[in-house]
């Protein structure tokens, strides 16, 4: 008897309750399945693909924060807390002997990625890739790390991946290589947002992704061990790539790829990752993450919750804060808070200290932070440009933000960028009554619809 879904299918079906989900039931060429993701306002599954009689694809099924809420299980707008609420509680996986990721396993001269439906995404795209992916690694001292990394097709037996940014499978790789050494990942497809939430977040190199997975689902993970890998893989995904990052450096081609960053990425040098075992469900379904959309809303909060963190240390009381998409969830923060004298500058500071965060925007809590006119009318009136702007010099940066020029650095180099944050909370010194706002006389008398 299979067992009860909880991960992916799961949040499949409960899109489907909230009628967030569309099924196609016509056959689908696999070269146009990311046209027409992109053509539909809801989550799609394509039931049936031409040339790949056992699989679907599904697509599109977080690329808005109303169907990620779904999958958190809290209002929109309550995310970012309710995923650092939750993350500051991780349960740990269990183990299971059998698992429905491996129903069907391939090894050795069986392994061929040419039998997955692995789309083409995007024009000028390097290759088709797989953009959802839950990446396990592990390592003696710091323990086992879970990332999402994207996979460019090479071959049958081989991909492309994307590890130039700073990252704990980077740091992990690079210890292998030092070594002339391997590194072996599982790379695991078709998982529950919310683990891959967890995987994305940038937590501490010795914390258990998967643990975290665990808190954020409210359950604990189930895990197999892997065929030809002493790894362990969720059980409940729906495929998975046993393999090893090859010892030779960052010197392949990898990209372009249609980037999170919303830009048609450029060609970067990265090692390479050689499969040795594909295992899956009888009846997989194949997670197409939609670029860059599934990509940024899976970002934000993660952003946000790592603001909200930065806060809390600094002991600045946070009332809503927002990684808006704009900014592909990643490079900018705005929030509002409870301001005590010189708060607004330790709060600037603290967000401007999350990692890829480049802009930053602190308001008072009058302020409603979804609302980009309220956020002009603080910034016109409340902010000088000498007193208010904090600029932070040669932070961490990522290559894919054009402006930090990283092609002028070489094969494996890192680059840096400069960081801007506006305090837009009231000055000090400055009376509140100053900004009290208008108010028609006698709205709350008369309405226009009693007399019609
Ligand atoms: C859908 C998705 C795809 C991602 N792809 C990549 C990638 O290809 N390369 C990368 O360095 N980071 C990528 N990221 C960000 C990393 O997953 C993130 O930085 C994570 O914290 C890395 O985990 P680690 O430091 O524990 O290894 C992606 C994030 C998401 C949500």
New binding site residues.
Partial sequence: MRREETGFRKFLEDLDKAGQLTRIKNSVDCRHLSALGGDSDKAVVFENIADYPNWRVATALVSNRDRLAIAMRCDPKRIAFEFEQKSSKPIDPVLVNSAPCQEVIMEGDEVDLTRIPIPMMHLFDGGPYI???FAISDDLNHGR??????LMYRSPTETG?????P????YYYQKALDKKEPLPIAIAVGVHPLD?LA?????PIDVD?LSLAGGLRGTPLELVKCKTLDLEVPADAELILEGELLPIGWVADEGPFGE?SQISGDVKWNPIFRVKCITHRKDPIFYM?QMPW??DW??APVTEAAGLQALRVASVQAVDIRAPVGSCGYWSLIASIKKRPGEGKNAVAALLSVAEVKFVIVTDDDINIHNQDDLDWAIAFRVQADQDALILKGARAKHIDPSVKSWLLGKGGLPTTDKLGIDATIPEGVPKHLYRRIKIFGQDLVKLGDLT
Avoid: H, P
């Fill in positions: 953009s959802g992916t790390n879970v990332g999402c990394y994207r991946i994307d590890l130039v940014s990252s704990d499978m980077r891959m995987a994305s977040y940038k937590a992704e999170f993450l599934e990509n899976l970002a």
